[in-house]
């Protein structure tokens, strides 16, 4: 089992930014992959971007409303730590973040299977 946990959301103005940590524990070792989602009100839930444990490889959506260049996803092994740094944020933002934990370096939903409860970001216009 991986328990994760998730802090730092809240809400900022539109320009501004904001820093997500997620902390896992339990069996940490057994997933290479930890990656971002967000949940937007009436919206699927969708990839942000996701990092991984071995090699460090990192990779952002690249959606109509791109993350790439605004957030970057940064891991501590050591610490069982990853970290969300979210720049330039806008309106379109506003979302629940959830941290997850996979086997795979993907970006669906379904190959990750431990999720923390999320937290609350949104911007302000």
């Known amino acids: 089992q991986v328990q994760l946990v998730e802090s730092g959301g809240g809400l900022v103005q539109a320009g501004g930014s904001l820093r997500l940590s997620c902390a896992a524990s339990g069996r940490t070792f057994s997933r290479n992959v930890m990656a971002w989602f967000r949940q937007a009100p009436g919206k699927e839930r969708e990839f942000v971007a996701r990092i991984s444990r071995r090699g460090g490889n990192v990779y952002y959506a690249d959606s109509a409303d791109s993350v790439k260049g605004r957030f970057t996803i940064s891991g501590d092994n050591a610490q069982n730590t990853v970290s969300l740094q979210m720049n330039s944020l806008k309106p379109e933002d506003t979302a629940v973040y959830y941290c997850?934990?996979?086997?795979?370096?993907?970006?669906?939903?379904?190959?990750?299977?431990?999720w923390g409860q999320g937290t609350q970001v949104t911007v302000s216009s």
């Open positions: 997850a934990a996979g086997l795979y370096e993907t970006r669906l939903l379904q190959d990750y299977d431990y």
